[in-house]
C-alpha cells in the first residue's frame, strides 16, 4: 500500500451531523462501514471495493479518494471547507518571549 495518506482531506457529515475529516483511506473505509446498509446502493459499493483494493494496494490512494468524494457528493455528506492560507497558519511573528524582563 502507498503511505494510505489522502494529498487533500474529505470533509463529511455523519448522521449525527458531525464534521468528520477523512485524510486517509482508512478513515474512507471506516465511513463506509459505518454507514447504514439500507441506505447502500452501487456507488457504495463501488467506493468500498475501491478503497479497500487502496489499502491493499491494488489500486491508488488517489482512484480511493476520487471514488470517494464522487459517493459523499452523491449521497449529500460532503462539505466544502476552506482551506486557510498559508500565511494564516504559519509561525507568529513577534512571538519572541526572550525579551521579557524579570521585575
Known sequence: MESGTFKQPIFVRDDGFVLRRIDCVMHAIEFLEE????RRGLLHAAASETCCSA?????SVEAAHKTFTTWARRVGVIEDVPVAPSWMTGPKIGADHSLETDA
Open 35 to 38: 454507514w447504514p446498509v439500507e
Open 55 to 59: 489499502y491493499d494496494g491494488g489500486k
